[in-house]
């Protein structure tokens, strides 16, 4: 598989510490409020990435955090707690609000089809771990202590910019609103292990530490959850393109100051969801959930569709009018292939050929509409409808579009859409026939015909239905 690694900015092989086996990291969300539609796309395409090497053969462990502490809007020793605002706009506790946005993030990946990372882990799970890599940071030199703060040193590393020349407005996204000079830095740009002393002591959820009563900086939650679990050597570490500098930029930082060698060897990026104003994002309030979505008649999936229609590595722009496009194309498909005929046995032999070019699909770099457009070319070539349906079946355990198991539930005014056209054809037949105009009558007909709509002649006139 070749894969864009943010790491030396090119194409590469993909080749994983251990045969057969990938280790796969994926930074979370952070719990105070509901996911947005723009964090779901970096997660439906980090899931087709899992599922493609899952796919390919490999035996994946997919971790992820969740950031239920630490995550301040400012990366220096400034800006509030997000939890903690999330809390006091609520009226609850961190805690509170963590469980809650937990489950509703988990919630919105099961209706995506976004399959549960093998480990999901808390960051308030692993205090002890976070301490631990602090220790030793200090003990190796790679760390210093000021103004009550744990900071560690970058002036240390022979390349801290690792990810080189990414885009001046990536990095400006990174370094998050009203980043302030924190004068207990030796360098510009150190960064905060441990807090004992913020601006904003209110903190909710402390814990004691050889420092004092504090608690941890945002990066170094990543850096620990992932060597629990994935031990030293990360093959695939995943995140937005937002996350790559200053927080992985600082997660390599600090674990391979601590391990004593290189981490993580593929970077993977997903580019931003913007709508008409923009970058979408949590922090400017109104933002599109998949519950409005749904409350507006789309099936999730056709959001997920939506996503794979186009490269992970190109910035997507959501609008209703692009939705419903998907809407009407994923209904199309539905309908297609749920026409199909179950009955016989699937032609393996003659698949193989199709499971060959979406293969080479996804091989490269993870092309997901090209993928797509391996549904559709099965569904036009002269396969019987079996192994058509054992084709798509297998092409759905990395789309994961319920291509073979859904039923159109999806925007309803674009089903109505759809009908009025069929009834307005059959009126345009009637007509003709009337006129003995055959030609038109005959043109009609073969038009409905290829809609999959069945034409029955009761005494009331003419019914129809869609071939099933
Ligand atoms: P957060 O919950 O804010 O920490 O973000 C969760 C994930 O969503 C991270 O991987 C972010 O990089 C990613 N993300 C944030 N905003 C967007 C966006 N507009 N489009 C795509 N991914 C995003
Ligand atoms: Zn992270």
């Known amino acids: 598989m070749i894969l864009y690694n943010s790491l030396g900015q090119t194409k590469q092989e993909f080749i994983p510490y251990f045969k057969g086996k990938v280790n796969m990291y994926t930074c979370g969300p952070t719990v105070y409020h509901y996911a947005h539609i723009g964090n779901l796309r970096t997660y439906i395409m980090e899931d087709v990435l899992e599922k493609y090497l899952r ?3 490999y035996n994946v462990n997919r971790v992820m955090n969740i950031t239920d502490v630490g995550h301040l809007s400012s990366d220096a020793d400034t800006g509030e707690d997000k939890m903690l605002s ?10 509170e609000i963590a469980k809650f946005y937990t489950d509703a993030f988990f919630a919105d990946c099961e209706k995506l089809n976004i399959k549960r990372p093998d480990v999901v882990e808390p960051a308030t799970n692993c205090i002890d771990e976070f301490i631990n890599m602090i220790t030793v940071l200090l003990q190796k030199g790679y760390a210093y202590t000021a103004g009550g703060n744990v900071y560690f040193d970058t002036s240390k590393l022979d390349t801290y910019y690792v990810f080189g020349n990414m885009n001046e407005e990536d990095l400006a996204v990174g370094v998050r609103d009203s980043v302030e000079e924190d004068e207990n830095k030796r360098n510009k740009a150190d960064f905060v292990l441990w807090f004992t002393k913020s601006k904003f002591d209110s903190q909710e959820l402390k814990w004691d530490s050889p420092w004092g009563v504090g608690y941890p900086g945002w990066h170094i939650e990543c850096s620990c959850i992932s060597t629990k679990h994935n031990g030293e050597y990360l093959d695939i570490h995943c995140g ?3 996350n790559a500098f200053p927080h992985h930029t600082n997660e390599i930082a600090q674990s391979e100051a ?5 981490w993580c060897n593929y970077w993977f990026h997903v580019l931003h969801l913007n709508d008409a104003r923009g970058k979408m994002s949590k922090s400017k309030g109104d933002f599109l959930t998949v519950s409005l979505l749904e409350s507006k008649g789309y099936d999730p999936l056709v959001y997920r569709m939506f996503c794979l229609q186009s490269h992970y590595r190109k910035p997507l722009t959501f609008s209703y009018d692009s ?3 998907t809407a009407k194309a994923y209904d199309k498909l539905i309908k297609k292939i749920s026409a199909l005929s179950k009955d016989g046995t699937p032609d393996t032999a003659k698949a193989e050929q199709y499971i060959y070019s979406f293969k080479e699909a996804l091989d490269n770099d993870l092309n997901t509409s090209l993928g797509l457009t391996c549904v559709y070319d099965v569904l036009k070539s002269d396969l019987d409808d079996v192994t058509k349906i054992y084709l798509i079946d297998e092409f759905d355990k990395v789309l994961s579009l319920n291509l073979t198991k859904n039923e159109i539930k999806s925007n309803n005014s674009d089903n109505n859409e759809i009908n009025a056209e069929v009834e307005n054809l059959i009126a345009q037949r009637t007509k003709a026939r009337a006129e003995k105009d055959w030609a038109t009558a005959d043109a009609i007909r073969d038009k409905l015909k290829e809609m999959n709509v069945v034409l029955v002649d009761t005494k009331d006139g003419i019914q129809w239905h869609f071939e099933n």
């Not at 999330?86 to 961190?94: D, I």
């Not at 601590?258 to 290189?262: E, I, R, S």
Request: aromatic share 8%; hydrophobic share 35%.
């Open 55 to 57: 796919f390919a053969g």
């Open 258 to 262: 601590y391990l004593g060698h290189k």
């Open 86 to 95: 999330g809390a006091k706009r609520e009226h609850k506790t961190v805690m």
């Open 323 to 325: 939705l419903d496009n």
């Open 240 to 242: 937005g393109i937002d």
